[in-house]
């Protein structure tokens, strides 16, 4: 376990701020800043980690590594990019690295809610347009308090909770559709079915991951359980919400708006509807880019290394 490669650093690295230094205190580091399939082949050769960002990996390629691959590490709490029954078949453990953007993510959910709450890029909007009717006129965009709102909360793993807990300090009531039912000692926290969630609240945050059974959770039919005056809010996973159907709701004004970290596809075509909408946030999918996210997730990924050096593997999602 002395060879490790990075075959997307750009990704993490773009702008050339991260210490590296926890991954070549363990490993000598090899880093390319992008691959293409016939490149990665080429690059894996005679390596023992292979640590990828948001990268597919997929059967054709796994099958193709060396023997000497033990351990695939992916660079982030999200692993629908990496065929691991391929990689098991090998003998390959995958790993990924949660809660380092916990924080982060949580933060942006909550700067969405806010600004939904007020209209703040709406406003921003219409002063670009050099329409200052808010100014000069009674208020033209949605304006409410959080205190007593209810937040759904779909997703009860690290990132949920403390959507919650930021929630809570803000007022609101809480509903929590989760796929392990917890139980929440808050009075303001209540597990809800994912029906009755959609029906009551007046802002929706999705918070879990993307899995064969999460894609689509959010189609044509669930919004339409969603009140008119309520929001979606999406920091997960793009296609946990089928995009199509989410334009539509927008265009006939079945929900009030949404703000979008992630999208289906990333990037988004240009053409898309939804650059066009007033009532829609989109955002590159920054919200594990923080520099201080970033930098953690390094630290993390030596850890995830060590551990698996020393024979006491964490985080694999292979096993």
Same mark, same amino acid.
Request: glycine share 6%.
């Given at each position: ?70 351990? $695939?590490?992916?660079?982030?709490? =999200?692993?629908?990019?990496?065929? #691991? *029954?391929? !990689?098991?078949?090998? /003998? &390959?453990? @995958? ?58 909360? $779909?997703?009860?793993?690290?990132? =949920?909770?403390?959507?919650?807990? #930021? *929630?809570? !300090?803000?007022?609101? /009531? &809480?509903? @929590? ?71 539509? *709701? ?70």
């Amino acid at each position: 376990m002395k060879k490790t490669v990075i075959l997307n650093a750009a990704k993490l690295d773009f702008d050339h701020k991260l210490d590296f230094s926890p991954l070549t205190k363990l490993t000598s580091v090899a880093k390319y800043d992008v691959s293409s399939s016939d490149e990665i082949i080429a690059r894996v050769k005679d390596q023992n980690v292979i640590i990828t960002k948001e990268l597919p990996v997929g059967r054709n390629l796994i099958s193709q590594f060396p023997a000497s691959v033990k351990l $695939i590490c992916e660079a982030g709490t =999200g692993y629908n990019n990496i065929d #691991i *029954a391929a !990689a098991g078949e090998k /003998n &390959i453990a @995958v790993c990924n690295v949660p809660g380092y953007s916990t924080e982060a993510v949580a933060q942006l959910a909550i700067a969405f809610i806010l600004d939904l709450s007020s209209a703040l890029a709406r406003q921003q909007v219409m002063i670009k347009r050099q329409n200052f009717n808010n100014f000069t006129q009674f208020l033209q965009v949605p304006h409410g308090e959080l205190q007593n709102k209810t937040l759904g909360v $779909i997703g009860a793993g690290a990132i =949920g909770q403390q959507v919650m807990k #930021i *929630a809570l !300090a803000l007022g609101m /009531n &809480i509903l @929590v559709y989760s796929r392990t039912p917890k139980t929440w000692p808050q009075p303001d926290i209540h597990a809800a079915g994912l029906e009755e969630l959609l029906q009551k609240s007046d802002f929706v945050t999705i918070h879990c991951p993307l899995t064969a059974g999460t894609k689509h959770l959010i189609n044509k039919d669930r919004l339409k359980l969603m009140k008119s005056s309520a929001f979606i809010i999406n920091t997960s996973r793009g296609a946990i919400i089928k995009e199509t159907d989410l334009i539509e *709701a927008l265009q006939n004004k079945q929900l009030a708006g949404a703000a979008l970290d992630v999208q289906d596809p990333e990037p988004p075509e240009p053409d898309n509807p939804l650059f066009a909408m007033d009532n829609v946030i989109l955002t590159p999918h920054i919200g594990w880019k923080c520099l201080e996210s970033r930098q953690r997730l390094i630290q993390l990924l030596a850890a995830n290394i060590e551990a698996f050096m020393q024979g006491k593997p964490v985080n694999i999602v292979n096993q």
